[in-house]
């Protein structure tokens, strides 16, 4: 079982899930459920590839971008330099 800071793993993502839903109503609150099904900082993968062409089924192209990025993109939060490189280089 894997704890998040504000409870369990399954906490976590149904917040997630319920916060999207009530503060970006334009948007599918799928990706906020999701984002961690691929991948965690912690290399947690709680999802098998196998499932990949099942779960893309489900979701949007852009539901399904968003929920393949995030584990990338938290990486490089944690990596250190990335939000420096990105406000040197926010006029591009």
């Keep these: 079982r894997t704890e998040h800071a504000d409870g369990s793993f399954l906490d976590h993502l149904v917040?997630?899930?319920?916060y999207a839903a009530r503060h970006y109503p334009d948007h599918s609150p799928?990706?906020?459920?999701?984002h961690?099904?691929?991948?965690t900082a912690t290399n947690y993968f709680p999802m098998e590839a196998e499932k990949?062409?099942?779960l893309m089924e489900l979701l949007?192209?852009?539901?399904?971008?968003?929920?393949?990025v995030f584990p990338s993109i938290l990486r490089?939060?944690?990596?250190g330099d990335f939000l420096a490189e990105l406000e040197?280089?926010?006029?591009r």
């Design 15 to 18: 917040f997630c899930h319920d």
């Design 30 to 34: 799928n990706v906020a459920l999701l």
């Design 36 to 39: 961690s099904v691929l991948g």
């Design 52 to 54: 990949m062409p099942k």
């Design 60 to 68: 949007t192209d852009f539901e399904a971008l968003h929920v393949q």
């Design 76 to 79: 490089l939060f944690y990596a």
């Design 88 to 91: 040197e280089n926010a006029h």
